[in-house]
């Protein structure tokens, strides 16, 4: 019997789904937008709130995370995007609060060439989380999540 061939997107759909995760805070943008479209056909199962701006998603993951004693997820797009959530990536670090950013990239073969809206996240999350990676192959999304 031959594999299921799936995207990355509906990957991480059921990786989230298979580590429990019920509720998402994000705001769509062009890089993320693959991901927002496997959530839709999972909005039976993954509630998503969508949110004025990314610093907020950040930090309502941070509140639910506390609140409800579960993992805050937020989904964002690349570029400014991303970096909108510094504040609350750093702020959940200091509090032990755990949560997980789920950011949109360019291409792989666009990284390190400044392209639109490309940033080094991983580099500027490092000091300021327990862990950051950059997916680069869809196969490697289920043991990231």
């Known amino acids: 019997m031959a594999k299921e061939r799936i995207t990355g997107s509906e990957a ?23 991901v927002f479209d496997a959530l839709y056909d999972h909005r039976d199962k993954l509630n998503h709130i969508l949110v004025r701006h990314e610093q907020g998603a950040a930090h309502a993951a941070q509140g639910f995370a506390r609140v409800s004693g579960e993992v805050g997820v937020c ?23 755990p949560i997980v950013v789920i950011a949109g990239q360019v291409g792989a073969g666009l990284l390190g060439t400044d392209a639109f809206q490309e940033v080094d996240l991983v580099g500027i999350t490092q000091p300021i989380s327990k862990w950051s990676y950059q997916i680069r192959r869809a196969e490697d999304v289920a043991w990231a999540v």
Do not use: C, W
């Open 75 to 97: 989904l964002v797009t690349s570029g400014p995007g991303a970096t909108n959530t510094i504040t609350g990536i750093a702020d959940a670090m200091i509090d032990s609060t």
């Open 12 to 34: 991480l759909m059921r990786s989230l789904e298979h580590q429990g995760v019920k509720t998402l805070f994000g705001y769509p943008g062009g890089a993320i937008m693959p």
